[in-house]
Structure formats: structure tokens, C-alpha cells
Nanobody, 126 residues
């Protein structure tokens, strides 16, 4: 089992940047496929990005591709999301998630994840 704690959220103006982090404790971090999701008020939880166990593969939602970068440091047990050129529509609670699915590279379906953090709020003002 793994425990996940997000940090780095906050209020930023449109066009600005934020870097989210997810700290992991428990079972070996490198054994999990990791992902970021977000949920805006009144909406479903949406996929943002995923990264494979070795960080060789990454995958992004079309809405963030080219603006966000997912990365991981298996030695430090951390997952990051660098968010640039932020837009008001990026406003949401952001969650990191971990998957134990064997043989998986990257996973975009929330049902594929087994563990979730508590979330961190990102608010982008226009």
C-alpha cells in the first residue's frame, strides 16, 4: 500500500505557472504507474497526465499537452506536475494517483488507479 500527499496548489493569474508535487510513502514508489487527475466543481474527475514506472513513457490529455509536464523521481519517491501557461479552465482540485496494474505503461482511466491523494486546489484567475 502507498500513501500519497499532494502539495503546491494555490492561486495564480492566467498565463502563470505552478508546480505540484506528490509525496509517496509506503511500498516502493517505483512499482507504481502514476497519474494526475483534476476535478472542477460540478464536474467529473478528468485525466491530466500519466507516467510509467521508469518514466520512459508519458501521456497527456489534449487540453494540457504542451503546457503541462509530468515527471517522477523514484529515488525521492516524488511525482511532479509542472503547469505552465495556465488558463482559468485549469481551475480544479488536482489529485495524484498510483496504480498497481501489471504490465501497464501509462494509464488514463481513473478506474485503473488503486490509491489517491487528498488533492490540492489550483485556482487560475483571469
Amino acid at each position: 500500500q502507498v500513501q500519497l500527499v499532494e502539495s503546491g496548489g494555490g492561486l495564480v493569474q492566467a498565463g502563470g505557472s505552478l508546480r505540484l508535487s506528490c509525496a509517496s510513502s509506503g511500498r516502493a514508489f517505483s512499482s507504481y504507474v502514476m497519474g494526475w487527475f483534476r476535478q472542477a466543481p460540478g464536474k467529473e474527475r478528468d485525466f491530466v497526465a500519466s507516467i510509467s514506472r521508469s518514466a520512459i513513457q508519458t501521456y497527456y490529455a489534449d487540453s494540457v499537452n504542451g503546457r503541462f509536464t509530468i515527471s517522477r523521481d523514484n529515488a525521492k519517491n516524488t511525482l511532479d506536475l509542472q503547469m505552465n501557461s495556465l488558463k482559468p479552465e485549469d481551475t480544479a482540485i488536482y489529485y495524484c494517483a498510483a496504480s498497481e496494474r501489471p504490465m501497464a505503461g501509462v494509464i488514463r482511466n481513473a478506474r485503473g488507479y488503486d490509491y489517491w491523494g487528498q488533492g490540492t486546489q489550483v485556482t487560475v484567475s483571469s
